[in-house]
């Protein structure tokens, strides 16, 4: 085994310093080389991702779960388009970030250049293979990936796609490596290959994060679960937040973003609740609540003290009464993952309040916590969502795979 992850490191690291070498206009022709080959290739992705799918489902899995695995034409199609987009947007890699003189005649700079080595483990997101390629090669990143048993098939015939993109453009086909060895044992090896991987990302449930973060000696970006909470505020356009809810949990409820919990002020509980409670009972969503908001509707369940922290992934939600913004923050801040949250206000000063406040990656006003998202702000993709505080906060896109260097240029200065 360890023979085996080591050398796809080697291979990696040379492959890495292949890629430092490219251009803005290189990498970007192989990038729409690539999304041109999976849009060929698609047939063969959607037969073996329906071996994937066909195993999910006689093992039970939930069927948020197997839509989040789930290949169609069009997300293929999306996949493709992007790498495209990821190809239309600036190379960040060789920006000069500041430059400045010192009395003693050196010009010091800092300059955006590439992390690597890139490693990612995720689970049952087919689409990430493209994505995480797309953002690590336009950045001059080699990456190795090692998804879960469940997708095994899929991201072979997407990383076969990408790497007849790579040979149609002469380019080195170990810029993408893909760990077919799914076992732990291999994903525990892959976490100690600090000699070769820069940079460690995990993408998943709490369980595989939780376990990157504590066993990893590669430095590790966390990207988090989304207990995504939408506030109704005293001051909400009820039909407004009515339709924001409906399309945040009911969308894809598989998906980091979608909301699991619903906070409600007091004043508009007792009209809003048996509106939305409506809604959502349309979609087979399961509503659990506290105290007061199962007084409002006999259609929901009471919560218990573990709901209001739980990432459900599924058809349920949870409901609290809050008698104030204060509260409202109060309660988030205590429960959330950092991940995005939202309100539902016409008042000014309470929308601002939230945004202060409320501590999380994205924080929304009158919208939908499914944008946060890289495609949807603009990044082409997304390499993960991170909840943490240092280097990179939000959806990741090409800067959050670079690092800085310090240029120094001289005329023959010794220091004294």
């Not at 251009?23 to 999976?38: F, H, M, P, Q, Y």
């Not at 893909?178 to 369980?207: C, K």
């Amino acid at each position: 085994m360890g023979n085996y992850m080591e050398t796809l490191g080697i291979r990696a690291k040379a492959a890495s310093r292949e890629a430092v070498r490219l251009g803005a206009g290189e990498k970007n022709r192989v990038l729409l080389t690539v999304a041109d080959e999976l849009c060929l290739e698609t047939e063969e992705i959607l037969k073996e991702n329906q071996k994937d799918v066909d195993e999910a489902v006689q093992a039970g899995m939930k069927d948020s779960l197997v839509d989040r695995l789930r290949l169609t034409d069009s997300r293929v199609q999306d996949m493709a388009e992007g790498l495209r987009q990821i190809a239309g947007l600036e190379d960040p890699v060789g920006e000069i970030l500041s430059m400045k003189t010192r009395p003693n005649g050196l010009r010091i700079g800092k300059r955006r250049v590439p992390l690597g080595v890139v490693g990612i483990i995720y689970e049952s997101r087919p689409n990430v293979t493209s994505d995480a390629f797309g953002l690590c090669f336009k950045t001059g990143n080699a990456v190795i990936l090692r998804g879960g048993s469940d997708a095994i098939c899929s991201d072979k015939a997407i990383v076969h796609a990408v790497k007849e993109g790579l040979r149609k453009e002469k380019v080195n086909q170990d810029m993408i490596l893909l760990v077919e060895d799914t076992s732990r044992e291999a994903a525990g090896e892959m976490m100690r290959l600090h000699d070769y991987i820069d940079v460690l990302i995990p993408r998943g449930g709490a369980g595989l994060i939780a376990n990157v973060v504590e066993n990893s000696t590669v430095p590790v970006i966390e990207t988090g679960t989304g207990n995504c909470h939408i506030y109704v505020d005293e001051f909400a356009d009820l039909g407004m937040a009515a339709d924001i809810i409906e399309n945040a949990k009911t969308q894809r409820m598989g998906v980091c973003n979608a909301c699991e919990s619903l906070v409600v002020h007091e004043r508009v509980a007792r009209l809003f609740i048996p509106t939305i409670v409506n809604r959502l009972k349309m979609h087979q969503v399961e509503i659990r609540g506290d105290e007061t908001a199962c007084a409002y509707s006999e259609d929901i369940i009471p919560a218990q003290e573990d709901d209001w922290s739980k990432e459900y992934l599924d058809a349920v939600i949870s409901v609290k009464v809050v008698g104030s913004l204060e509260d409202a923050v109060g309660h988030i801040n205590m429960y959330n993952t950092g991940h995005s949250e939202a309100i539902i206000t016409e008042n000014y000063e309470n929308a601002m309040g939230f945004l202060d406040e409320i501590d999380a990656a994205a924080v929304y006003v009158n919208a939908s916590t499914r944008f946060t998202d890289g495609f949807e702000f603009g990044f082409g993709a997304e390499i993960g969502i991170s909840t943490q505080k240092l280097h990179a906060r939000g959806p990741m896109g090409l800067e959050a795979l670079t690092t800085t260097k310090y240029v120094i240029f001289g005329n023959g200065q010794i220091r004294k």
